[in-house]
């Protein structure tokens, strides 16, 4: 059986997918008439390739807890989490040292990564636990702990923003691998990754039925408590890999950034065609969801949209597409 990847058969099969290229194609065609002289720079669509990325993770890391049925509220926390553990990291336990080599560098650097990773896969596990074993609500366990991880955020920080990041950390959000953003790189090497994970091993199969139905997952012998542990902690190291983006980016970590990201994560994730009760989704959905998103957003800010409109904008459409999702599914 051929295993390999036909977009012209994902497109076929899946018309959220169409649907969504012909959205992407309308912004895009509508931010160009509006904005013609700005939209088509070719600095505003770099500025969106590093930017999008983190994005696009995050919402990633929010489809795959809304496969098993779940939602993930406390993404932005660990993110930001992440990113201050390792400044603290830096900045107080292993400061830059006057004529260090590049690689003593890398290496302090390669340190601070999987500390950030570290930090998601436990904020992950625990989310895990507390709703595959403790059965609290996926809302509300996410939600609480989310508080949590902030909380230890403005402790870690005192409140101001920390700062001192490597120069090598920087590369990660603001460097450039062959031409292309660095981010932009990452996020392709998270993408197709987890799209192989979802569509071409047991894990991901199992996955998705496990949302589908639970209760059959059950009987078909599928280890479900074991399943969302495994889900969260993935969705947890996603959320750190778009923290450390972050504060690559902004070479700096608070325990407020990125806060509207959450409901744009959602938004995206359910604009790509994940079903929030579990059991459908694609990360192809969910990419083409956030370029889109982003190139909706880039116009806005062309147009000078209050952040506070934008995030009305947002919240509205969020409902909108769900309302529309809902009545294309009692129609089917």
């Known amino acids: 059986m051929n295993q390999s990847f036909d977009f012209r058969r994902l497109v076929s099969r899946d018309n959220n997918i169409l649907q969504l290229l012909v959205v992407t194609a309308l912004i895009f065609a509508l931010m160009s008439f509006l904005e013609p002289n700005k939209f088509l720079r070719y600095y505003n669509f770099e500025s969106i390739s590093f930017v999008f990325?983190?994005?696009?993770?995050?919402?990633?890391?929010?489809?795959?807890?809304?496969?098993?049925?779940?939602?993930?509220?406390?993404?932005i926390g660990i993110a930001n989490l992440s990113g201050i553990l390792?400044?603290?990291?830096?900045?107080?336990?292993?400061?830059?040292?006057?004529?260090?080599?590049?690689?003593?560098?890398?290496l302090r650097v390669g340190t601070g990564v999987v500390l950030a990773l570290v930090v998601g896969l436990v904020a992950g596990f625990l989310n895990g636990l507390l709703i595959a074993k403790a059965r609290i609500t996926p809302i509300l366990a996410t939600l609480g702990t989310g508080q949590i991880?902030?909380?230890?955020?403005?402790?870690?920080?005192?409140?101001?923003?920390?700062?001192?990041?490597?120069?090598?950390?920087?590369?990660?959000?603001?460097?450039?691998?062959?031409?292309?953003?660095?981010?932009?790189?990452?996020?392709?090497?998270?993408?197709?990754?987890?799209?192989?994970?979802?569509?071409?091993?047991?894990?991901?199969?199992?996955?998705?039925?496990?949302?589908?139905?639970?209760?059959?997952?059950?009987?078909?012998g599928l280890k479900r408590d074991r399943m969302i542990l495994y889900?969260?902690?993935?969705?947890?190291?996603?959320?750190?890999i778009a923290g450390i983006m972050l504060s690559g980016r902004t070479n700096a970590a608070k325990s407020d950034y990125g806060t509207s990201y959450l409901l744009q994560a959602v938004l995206i994730a359910v604009l790509g065609g994940t079903n929030p009760a579990g059991g459908r989704g694609t990360v192809a959905g969910v990419s083409i969801a956030v370029i889109a998103l982003m190139l909706l957003a880039s116009g806005f800010q062309m147009m000078r949209f209050s952040n506070h409109l934008i995030d009305f904008i947002w919240g509205a459409f969020l409902l909108l597409v769900i309302a529309m999702n809902a009545y294309r599914n009692r129609t089917r």
């Open 149 to 220: 991880f902030t909380g230890f955020c403005v402790v870690l920080t005192g409140g101001p923003a920390i700062t001192g990041f490597p120069a090598y950390w920087g590369l990660i959000g603001n460097g450039k691998i062959l031409g292309l953003a660095a981010p932009l790189v990452l996020f392709l090497l998270v993408a197709v990754t987890i799209a192989l994970v979802l569509t071409r091993t047991p894990f991901g199969l199992n996955l998705m039925l496990i949302g589908t139905n639970p209760r059959a997952a059950v009987f078909a």
């Open 86 to 106: 390792a400044g603290v990291y830096f900045s107080r336990y292993m400061p830059a040292e006057a004529g260090a080599s590049g690689l003593s560098e890398i």
């Open 231 to 240: 889900s969260y902690m993935t969705t947890g190291v996603l959320a750190s």
């Open 53 to 75: 990325p983190e994005l696009g993770i995050l919402a990633i890391a929010m489809m795959l807890a809304m496969l098993t049925g779940g939602i993930d509220l406390s993404v």
